[in-house]
């Protein structure tokens, strides 16, 4: 077809990469948040209804589009039509993004997986203050864990506006963490290839040796039955059919160019139809899973929590009142509460502001997502583990494998039109463009690795990629269905598998997906001007615990370039294409 492209060794290798870069940190720590979030069992019912009506045919468009053309994501849209080439910029800039500070939570990751061979864990208890005399104070206002993440991870400044110095430990880690990256992308298809076998199964090892210990968790129950309780009423509120399609979207990493520039490696013959199905059901079968997993670690952390409260009250009663050791249990609690409020009524109104109100519902209630889910709920339940230290390395194990195996894939959407570039692989090998890309990364993610590096991870997570992607994809399904044309791209499929294409995919394409993009983009967008300024969750040393501010107008700015510098490559390149067009058709027309 053109010079020898290097393909995947075997259509299980390109499974296998999808696989590795779709199931990533957001399976773990975003599906079973909006569970929790949007009525536990209930919430499965629009997450199917999206994979069905977006996921499944988005992802067979893209997975098509890639093998078809042969290219990365800028050559295949320019392929469909010179006007569009910045569809495939818009990727790569959004890719770009990504890498940036995604690999930022493998740095993490690395930095809780060396210490997590001490004993004790260091998030386990709190450390002494400078006199040795007592514990440090923002610990025991926050929690061990908080302490660990906030102050000895990140060393967290008070605002963004105190940006700080570069933390020199966990820069060593960012930078450990794209040698591993580097290593893994040198070669191309070549060297992924054998890596995605690890990355895309070691997570699944871990996972189901977690599943068989969570199970056995005392209180995994309590978990397990508030995440399969339905809450029918939730089928009703619109935001969880909203967060449902923006989760599946995401989850597949649509829109990225990263499933553009895999699928162009593949034997143009393969059957896409059935990778899209397969990596698709996968990657929601995943979600579920490693949902189990998290509320039964999560039911074990909450129970733990409930019963520590009990056990407190207990011993204040116990010593308030001069009760006989063993007389006060769970059980009877509230009953002996009573009668000693009725009792002894001015003793019982000096210890009552003491007491605390335990209640396991509430444990069950507090709703975590992101980075807080993973380094301080997570670490809170295996701290209380026996042999911690196994379960805590297995974890971060378990996160770097995740978090590399997507890295594979934003790298590639980068590194591809970039090595189908004529102009760059002449002057370049392909190890000098790897290497380049890596260390332009690195070199501007030692941003996060500030005091007040957190906060711009949050804006780059919150802001770099949402509406460019439900732009850059909108975009996408209109170009191939009435740009290129559907019966056009519909015969190309057929010369190229030798399969017809069912009514089911070119109906989605057509309208529903699109549509359901476009109702998703009103949605953001008024989402953004109805919220106002903007605000971020800053952490205050003195409470011991986050405060909301509202940002400065510089990271504000920051925003506004974060959204504009990709979408406003589809108009751009778009323009500069018919302007150039009409220049050249000027200087070709005869002179009168």
Known sequence: ???????????????????????????????????????????????????????????????????????????????????????????????????????????????????????PLPWSVCPLNDNHTAYDEECEKASPTQHFWYRKTLNISPSIQDSGGVQWEPALCLILAWLVVYLCILRGTESTGKVVYFTASLPYCVLIIYLVRGLTLHGATNGLAYMFTPKLEQLANPKAWINAATQIFFSLGLGFGSLIAFASYNEPSSNCQRHAIIVSLINSSTSIFASIVTFSIYGFKATFNYESCLNKVILLLTNSFDLEDGFLTASNLEQVKGYLASAYPSQYSEVLPQIKNCSLESELDTAVQGTGLAFIVYTEAIKNMEVSQLWSVLYFFMLLMLGIGSMLGNTAAILTPLTDSKVISSHLPKEAISGLVCLINLAIGMVFTMEAGSYWFDIFNDYAATLSLLLIVLVETVAVCYVYGLRRFESDLQAMTGRTLNWYWKVMWAGVSPLLIISLLIFYLSDYILTGTLQYQAWDASQGKLVTKDYPAYALAVIGLLVASSTMCIPLVALGTFVTRRLKRGDTAPVA
């Open 1 to 119: 077809m053109e010079k020898a492209r290097p393909l995947w060794a075997n259509p299980l290798q390109f499974v296998f990469a999808c696989i590795s870069y779709a199931v990533g940190l957001g399976n773990v720590w975003r599906f079973p948040y909006l569970c929790q979030m949007y009525g536990g069992g209930s919430f499965l019912v629009p997450y199917v209804v999206m994979l069905i009506v977006e996921g499944m045919p988005l992802l067979y468009l893209e997975l098509a589009v890639g093998q078809r053309m042969r290219q990365g994501s800028i050559g295949a849209w320019r392929t469909i039509s010179p006007y569009l080439s910045g569809v495939g910029v818009a990727s790569v800039i959004v890719s770009f993004f990504l890498s940036m500070y995604y690999n930022v939570i493998n740095a993490w990751a690395f930095w809780y997986l060396f210490h997590s061979f001490q004993d």
